[in-house]
């Protein structure tokens, strides 16, 4: 079993619509937690970071950490269609290697 | 502010070479990491270099090396290369304290025919 599960998609969504991606770990020593997001062939641009449990909002981005759980969740509100890439959850303790999930990929038709 | 500048952006092997890819981290940033990105394992974590020394590394072989110099910039090198070490290889920077943010560069995608 992956210690960084994510929901596989692919997810297709109309535009202005939500669009929420998931991620479950296995790690109870994880205590940071990013989002990235991922044009095709670019680099992760980082969008979200957190280190609590609780909801964290940026514009129309809204990462949501539940430690007891061990579940993570970003929402996107009003996507748009330059919103469609691929979303990656990553996470680590307090050493600096990246676990990632496998990446969602979204499209926002417009 | 600049970001973190990989070189050369693509590069095309064959099967026994080796290669060395190069990182320019942001400045101010002590911590550099690599990582492996495949459609099949996704991104996998490489090595970790903060301040010239290898602080953490993954589950590669030991074809796959790096170092850090004293300004920060890193470069990792692949010897003897495979076919399956086609990839895109990430670079992130960090300050290198604890509970960092890392920062990507665009990558180097190599590909060994």
């Known amino acids: 079993q992956k210690e960084v599960e994510q929901d596989p998609g692919p997810l297709s969504v109309p535009e202005g619509a939500i669009v929420s991606l998931n991620c479950t770990y296995s790690n109870s020593a994880f205590q940071y937690f990013m989002w990235y997001r991922q044009y095709s062939r670019k680099g992760p641009e980082l969008l979200m970071y957190?280190?609590?449990?609780g909801n964290k909002e940026d514009g129309r981005f809204t990462a949501q950490v539940d430690k007891s759980s061990k579940y993570i969740s970003l929402f996107i509100r009003d996507s748009q269609p330059s919103d469609s890439a691929t979303y990656l959850c990553?996470?680590?303790?307090?050493?600096?290697?990246?676990?990632f999930g496998a990446g969602t990929t979204v499209t926002v038709r417009a | 502010k600049a970001g973190v500048t990989q070189t050369p952006r693509y590069l095309i092997k064959t099967r026994g070479q080796q290669v060395t890819l190069s990182c320019s981290p942001i400045?101010?940033?002590?911590?550099v990491s690599w990582y492996q990105q495949t459609p099949g394992q996704g991104l996998q974590f490489l090595f970790e270099?903060?301040?010239?020394?290898?602080?953490n590394k993954g589950n590669f072989p030991g074809r796959f090396s790096g170092r850090q110099f004293s300004n920060s910039r890193s470069e990792m090198n692949v010897s003897t290369l495979e076919l399956g070490d086609s990839a895109l290889y990430l670079c992130a920077s960090s300050f290198g304290g604890g509970g960092e943010k890392l920062f990507f560069g665009s990558g180097t995608q190599l590909s060994v025919l």
């Open positions: 400045s101010g940033h002590r911590s």
């Open positions: 957190t280190y609590s449990s």
């Open positions: 270099y903060f301040s010239e020394t290898q602080r």
């Open positions: 990553a996470m680590h303790s307090n050493d600096y290697k990246l676990s």
